[in-house]
């Protein structure tokens, strides 16, 4: 009997959604391996009881609670699939953020559904004052890191899924998977890598060969781990971190502040012009920066 | 008394959404809301980013057309810091909307929408699954389309899912020649595939609408950005809106939109709605998208396009019936292939000069595309060192949202709801009309006060909403 996958999708925007679509032939011979028992592109509504559920998206609200519970007691194996889900995601910038400043900003007036409290007749799920990735809730058994998820790597794990073996990413840094030279920063003797700190816009010219830490340009690599394909730097864009950290023991953010302390003039001051949303964009949920701010936080319950 | 009955949620659309029926004693539904079930508050989380970022970040928005908030946000913050890019940059920048357009379009036809009509009767499955199992062919051919798609967009872009190469004063890179040949090829292999899709989609349409005549057909005011002479352009443009009359309301640049664009707050909903001020709150309320542009675009700028334009006209006139979004897409499909091959074939697109140095400052900016659902629109105000202050986001489907809500209102009033259900074919009529729109909630949700689709039937006034 071919196991049975669902797939959902809590707080994210569909993108690991297409980035399964993006396997375009292997789709089909993945969607014949399996029985594809629930997902949005399907109409079953439900969740049965099935062998793996893929999860995308983070939770946000009450429902995506309700519904990642859900999935986890229907599920043999459980996959969160993608930022959001292993780290919280873009949404979990939130977190920083008191729930209602974000509310009066989408609704103005603060005349939006979630002002009254009318009991059943309330249509939109409450939001749940923090951002959550799917293991701060239930156990999770297989991580996909990425924003989003190189469908590759979504292969080898969903056949890793189906088959019941193991999948685990990459756990090296990005810097190891990126071509780009280095000169002054391997040279003990060098001092400071660049001059300042700039935007890839800023720039006389953009050397595509170089370190872009060497160029002045805040990369998230040197403390994101590898997997990606290093696409981003290919294309002359600093890595922005949605990998996540190579071991989640770290401080994504801090420990990039440490890292530019060393190599760039003043770099960790300038790196706080947006701490957050450099060094924790895809991950904030899952540090404990939240909680300094009062505002709990931390990555597992 | 009446009580609000919950339906299941609405698949295959982009997104969290289920609509809820008030029923009144007679058992009869009364109303209808499209309730949006996510939120994630995008606008305030862009406060304290800084101004080049928005590409990179907003893209984050949607899964289904990061392409086109990338490309939103990057044109907004050109304007914000006064950047002139290259001409290579902005045909590289066009190409890459055009590219977003071939996967999207080709996924909603075939895999999100078309199982409701593409399918036999005896079908398994109204669904992708049943796509597979009853016409393999269609679905070897949405395949076919999107990757094609999906590959122009990971060369230019540098990655598929979320594309990251177009910066404030430019591109990151210029395209190669030889890639640029290759591509070319690519697009070329694609036009046929996308012909098909398109006399599939006069023949659905002319059998929907012949089955539900009259359905979510009231004329309504339409908007879309079109190049100079109404010519159909996804990147660039002038703002014209239509009245419903299918006379000229308004011509503006996207960068006065708040002195053109209202919202209005309806005394039976928290939803806002997005309205032409030239018309009024009142009537103002406006429709965007394929429809929408192919109404208001004189031309398609390709030969192919544009005699399968002139077809729909003939065969529908100035129609305004939603289920005539399903043939307007794919004569969109035709023609965004056409303007990448005429694109490609241009050897200047493969000019070194993408991009111009631009200093950090502050100010605003807004700019406009045309996302494959209809216009999008960015906004960003921003302090002396570039970190932004405040961003507006208005997506398609919001613009559509009171169309939508219509549409499912109109297919369910007066029905009757048994068992917590309505009838199949009830049910159908009003997926129908939700899904001609396409509807993308991922989008919708980074601003969820506008979203929660309120819909009133006319009819007798029900207290308790």
Request: with cysteine; proline share 6%; glycine share 10%.
């Amino acid at each position: 009997m071919k196991p049975k996958l669902a797939t959902v999708v809590l707080g994210g925007c569909t993108g690991c959604h297409l980035s399964l679509l993006d396997l375009h032939e292997r789709l089909v011979d993945l969607l014949g391996a399996v029985d594809l028992v629930r997902s949005p592109l399907t109409d079953a509504e439900e969740i049965p009881p099935c062998d793996i559920v893929v999860v995308e998206g983070a939770v946000g609200t009450v429902l995506d609670e309700e519904t990642v519970r859900d999935a986890r007691a229907k599920a043999e194996t459980l996959v969160a699939m993608g930022a959001c889900a292993t780290l919280g995601g873009v949404g979990g910038l939130r977190n920083v953020l008191d729930t209602a400043d974000v509310l009066a900003r989408a609704y103005g007036d603060g005349r939006g559904p979630l002002a009254s409290d009318e009991g059943a007749d309330r249509a939109i799920p409450a939001l749940n004052p923090l951002v959550r990735p799917v293991s701060a809730v239930v156990d999770v058994d297989v991580e996909v890191p990425g924003c989003s998820p190189l469908p590759d790597m979504l292969f080898d794990a969903l056949v890793a899924a189906v088959e019941g073996r193991p999948f685990e990413a990459p756990r090296r840094t990005l810097c190891a998977q990126c071509g780009r030279r280095h000169e002054s920063m391997l040279q003990h003797d060098s001092g400071f890598v660049a001059d300042a700190v700039y935007g890839v816009m800023e720039l006389d010219a953009i050397d595509p060969d170089l370190c872009l830490l060497e160029q002045g340009v805040i990369c998230m690599g040197p403390v994101t781990r590898e997997g990606c394909g290093a696409r981003c730097t290919e294309a002359n864009i600093p890595c922005r971190g949605c990998m996540g950290p190579g071991r989640k023991e770290f401080e994504q953010g801090a420990k990039m502040v440490d890292t530019l302390a060393a190599i760039l003039p003043a770099g960790a001051i300038m790196f706080l012009d947006d701490l957050i949303g450099t060094g924790y964009r895809f991950g904030l949920p899952s540090s404990v920066l939240p909680a300094s701010v009062g505002r709990g936080g931390g990555g597992d319950e | 008394m009446s009580e609000t009955l919950r339906l299941p949620a609405i698949t295959r659309i982009e997104g969290h959404g289920r609509v809820s029926l008030v029923v009144g004693d007679d058992g009869r539904v009364t109303d209808a809301r499209f309730n949006v079930l996510e939120f994630r508050g995008f606008e305030k989380l862009l406060e304290g980013r800084m101004i080049w970022e928005m590409p990179l970040v907003t893209s984050r928005i949607c899964g289904i057309c990061p392409v086109s908030h990338h490309l939103a946000a990057v044109k907004a913050a050109d304007a914000l810091l006064g950047a002139e890019i290259p001409p290579a940059a902005k045909v590289l920048r066009e190409l890459l909307q055009l590219a977003g357009f071939v996967h999207d379009h080709a996924l909603h036809f075939f895999l999100l929408a078309g199982p409701d009509f593409l399918l036999g009767r005896d079908a398994p499955s109204r669904d992708l699954l049943g796509v597979l199992e009853a016409r393999p062919d269609l679905a070897r051919r949405a395949i076919a389309l999107r990757k094609a798609g999906q590959h122009v967009v990971e060369v230019l872009g540098g990655q598929p899912g979320h594309p990251v190469t177009a910066i404030p004063g430019g591109m990151s890179r210029p395209l190669a020649d030889d890639a640029r040949v290759e591509l070319l090829a690519t697009v070329r292999d694609a036009i046929l595939g996308a012909a098909e899709a398109e006399t599939l989609s006069r023949e659905a349409t002319l059998r929907l609408l012949a089955e539900h005549p009259g359905f979510a057909s009231a004329p309504t005011p339409l908007l879309a950005q079109v190049a100079a002479g109404r010519a159909f352009d996804v990147y660039d443009g002038t703002i014209v809106a239509l009245a419903a009359d299918g006379s000229v309301a308004d011509g503006f640049p996207a960068s006065d939109y708040a002195a053109h664009i209202g919202e209005s707050t309806l005394p039976w909903t928290y939803a806002k709605a997005p309205y032409l001020k030239a018309i009024g709150v009142e009537d103002g309320s406006y429709r965007v998208g394929p429809l929408a542009r192919l109404r208001i675009a004189g031309s398609m700028r390709g030969d192919r396009a544009d005699r399968a334009a002139a077809a729909f006209r003939s065969e529908l006139g100035d129609t305004s019936a939603a289920l005539a979004y399903h043939w307007a897409r794919m004569i969109e499909l035709v023609a965004v292939l056409e303007r990448m091959e005429a694109l490609l074939a241009d050897a200047a697109t493969s000019n070194a000069e993408v991009r111009v140095k631009v200093e950090r400052r502050g100010g605003s900016g807004s700019a406009a595309v045309e996302a494959p659902r209809g216009t999008l629109i960015h906004h960003y105000e921003a302090d002396d060192v570039g970190r932004v202050t405040r961003a507006d986001i208005i997506v398609a489907t919001t613009q559509n949202s009171v169309a939508i809500g219509r549409a499912a209102a109109e297919a369910v009033a007066g029905e009757r709801v048994v068992d917590g259900e309505l009838e199949d074919a009830v049910r159908l009529r009003m997926e129908l009309g939700i899904r001609a729109y396409d509807p993308c909630l991922s989008c919708a949700t980074h601003e969820v006060g506008r979203m929660p689709f309120s819909v009133e039937v006319i009819g007798p006034c029900v207290e308790g909403r």
